[in-house]
């Protein structure tokens, strides 16, 4: 049986002070959530916050982000080893805004899976398509694609150690959720084709869907079978709704 995993991506998103606040309050509320892992990925400045706060807590953390680089001159960046001088469970890898706006390619991101990895680190590997993309027909090869560049690079076996968030691009923030159906869909997809090259792997991979996911629409998410969490960006901002989200995982 593999875990539901809610892991919520904050983006560029909070202070000091509202990191401290939702903490608190997810901290307070965990008691009530009995059927799922939960983690939080934060601005990679709050993450010596988050592990302070978070310490022997229930709740794990990670960055949303990392260089393929282990040091050296690359202003602004932050490293995998960085990572772990906060112990950050998790990384996300090549989400859809590092990909659009910061042209993360395949290869990249690949890249960045390896060294997560190499770091001891679990990368979350987003993958989705684009509205147009999936108005003509191509999510398939789009998620296909995305997915066949981290084996490539990494090896079927390691892509275990990881976990798969499918993203459609159309769903973030859009308020416009992709439908239960639609989900499962891509997600039994991915799966297969995950189970081509291993059917271990694929029995164990967590794959999560995020886009718009909240309190009233993840229970029936959740409850598809190939859907096992969620990737969560403006509902992990607020307590409330973040633990929504996560008391609706079923058992
Ligand atoms: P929203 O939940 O705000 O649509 O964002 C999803 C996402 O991009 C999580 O990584």
């Not at 807590?57 to 001088?85: C, K, P, R, V, Y």
């Not at 990909?99 to 990249?108: A, F, M």
């Not at 792997?201 to 598809?224: C, D, F, R, T, W």
């Not at 096992?228 to 409330?240: N, T």
Request: aromatic content about 6%; hydrophobic content about 45%; charged content about 20%.
């Amino acid at each position: 049986m593999r875990r539901i995993l809610i892991a919520g991506n904050w983006k560029m998103n909070g202070s000091s002070s509202s990191t401290q606040t939702l903490l608190e309050g997810l901290k307070q509320g965990m008691g009530e959530v009995k059927h799922a892992d939960v983690a939080v990925c934060a601005p990679f400045i709050y993450l010596p916050q988050v592990a302070d706060l978070l310490n022997g807590s229930a709740i794990a953390w990670g960055a949303q982000n990392l260089s393929e680089h282990s040091a050296g001159a690359f202003t602004g960046e932050i490293s995998a080893s960085m990572l772990n001088d906060f112990n950050c469970k998790y990384a996300i890898i090549g989400h859809s805004e590092r990909r659009s706006l910061y042209g993360e390619s395949d290869e990249l991101v690949a890249e960045k899976f390896a060294v997560a990895l190499g770091a001891g680190l679990c990368p979350i590997i987003c993958i989705g398509e684009l509205l147009e993309e999936r108005e003509a027909n191509q999510t398939e090869a789009v998620v296909g694609r995305q997915l066949d560049a981290v084996i490539k690079r990494n090896g079927i076996e390691a892509l275990a150690k990881g976990v798969i968030a499918y993203e459609p691009v159309w769903a973030i923030g859009t308020g416009k959720t992709a439908s239960p159906e639609q989900a499962q869909d891509v997600h039994a997809f991915i799966r297969q084709r995950v189970a081509a090259q291993d059917a271990s792997v694929a029995e164990k991979i967590q794959i999560l869907y995020g886009g718009s996911m909240k309190p009233s629409n993840a229970q029936q998410l959740l409850a598809m079978q190939d859907v096992d969490g969620g990737l969560i960006g403006g509902a992990s901002l607020k307590a409330e709704d973040f633990l929504g989200i996560c008391t609706a995982a079923p058992a």
